[in-house]
């Protein structure tokens, strides 16, 4: 069974476009993160869902919107894409509250803005 | 700014070499993960260590945490081609809902 899963794989898509990705965890955790990865391989985290509730919002543009219906998803909304954009997306969860927790990382989202 | 500092950010070598990864900070973690990363997938918890002076192992893995709690290493003996991949570090604070990330280490073991 996929513990984290992420919809779609690859996305390709002009600039100015709107796109979503989907994100789902099996595992019963209670803290769901979206990272983005660029061509240097620096993962840096966009957001973090504690219970449905947003409590990490690094500097990410407007442009980007999660939503957390329950906490088994958590989905990003990217308004206006820009070439910049362009990079792997990566959906993870944990359960917060043991230190020796682990994040469970999804297979990850290629976009690519043309 | 970059909290935590990982070396070499490249490292290539032949199979049967050993090797280390380092990943320091001027800041105290209350833990610090290793991850592994193959090409086309997440990143996958390799290890956490949470006291300082802490030793894991795992197989021909050895991981160690600083005693201060503020720097880690990862030694591979013997390396094998299934070892390649980026190996990332990561530093967990109190409240543990964020990890501070390293730039990660690409590791190519050579046949």
């Known amino acids: 069974d996929t513990a984290v899963s992420q919809t779609p794989k690859y996305l390709v898509t002009q600039m100015g476009n709107d796109k979503s990705i989907k994100c789902e965890q099996n595992?019963?955790?209670?803290?769901m993160y979206w990272y983005k990865q660029d061509s240097k391989k620096f993962l840096k985290i966009m957001f973090s869902?504690?219970?449905?509730?947003?409590?990490i919002n690094e500097t990410v543009p407007n442009r980007f919107s999660p939503k957390s219906p329950d906490k088994a998803h958590l989905n990003l909304h990217i308004n206006s894409l820009e070439l910049g954009d362009s990079a792997v997306y990566f959906c993870?969860?944990?359960?917060?509250?043991?230190?020796?927790?682990?994040?469970?990382f999804g297979p990850g989202t290629r976009l690519t803005v043309l | 700014t970059q909290l935590l500092e990982q070396s070499p950010q490249f490292l290539s070598i032949q199979e049967g070499e050993n090797l280390t990864v380092y990943c320091n900070s001027s800041?105290?973690?209350?833990?610090l993960q290793w991850y592994r990363q193959e090409p086309g997938e997440g990143p996958v918890l390799l290890v956490t260590?949470?006291?300082g002076g802490e030793v894991k192992k795992l197989k021909r893995l050895t991981f160690q945490f600083g005693d201060a709690r503020k720097d880690s290493s990862l030694h591979i003996t013997a390396a094998q081609p299934g070892d390649t991949g980026l190996y990332l570090c990561?530093?967990?604070?109190?409240?543990?809902?964020?990890?501070?990330w390293g730039a990660g280490t690409k590791l190519i073991i050579k046949p």
């Open positions: 990561a530093g967990g604070r109190d409240s543990n809902y964020q990890l501070i």
């Open positions: 800041s105290v973690f209350s833990s």
């Open positions: 260590v949470v006291t």
């Open positions: 595992l019963g955790h209670d803290t």
């Open positions: 869902y504690n219970n449905k509730e947003l409590i």
């Open positions: 993870a969860s944990s359960q917060v509250g043991d230190p020796e927790a682990p994040q469970y």
